[in-house]
């Protein structure tokens, strides 16, 4: 079964650097190995979530204030459907840029048409 927001998120305490705090509920207890991809998405959004806490079904995120309540909603559900999908972010949580492998020799100087 996947992983999905239930209830409303919810602003628990607004920052004076113009980030907040929202708490929300899952519906059932995510692994870590889950937690992890959800971190990561979160980070590399345009939200930039800072600090990510799960307790059980309980989770908190620190992040950028949404413009309104539709973007926070729709950038929750976002992390946690790409957790749930374990797609691979394109920072990590502690901002750090991940290593990508040089392409092979034989593609490198070559120019490539549109397919």
């Known amino acids: 079964m996947l992983i999905q927001r239930i209830g409303v998120p919810s602003f628990d305490e607004r920052r004076s650097d113009n980030r907040v705090v929202v708490r929300f509920r899952v519906n059932r207890q995510p692994d870590q190995a889950w937690i992890s991809s959800f971190k990561a998405h ?3 959004s345009a939200l ?4 990510a806490v799960f307790n059980g079904n309980d989770a908190a995120v620190e ?3 949404p413009k309104s309540a539709a973007e926070l909603s729709t950038a929750l559900d976002c992390f946690i459907e790409c957790a749930n999908l ?3 972010s394109w920072g990590t949580f502690e901002g ?5 492998p040089a392409p092979p020799r034989s ?3 070559k120019v490539r ?3």
């Not at 750090?96 to 990508?100: I, L, V, Y």
């Open 42 to 44: 979160a980070a590399s």
């Open 48 to 51: 930039g979530a800072t600090t």
């Open 63 to 65: 992040l950028a204030r």
């Open 86 to 88: 374990g797609l691979r």
């Open 96 to 100: 750090a840029p991940r290593a990508m």
């Open 107 to 109: 593609f490198r100087g």
């Open 113 to 115: 048409d549109r397919v």
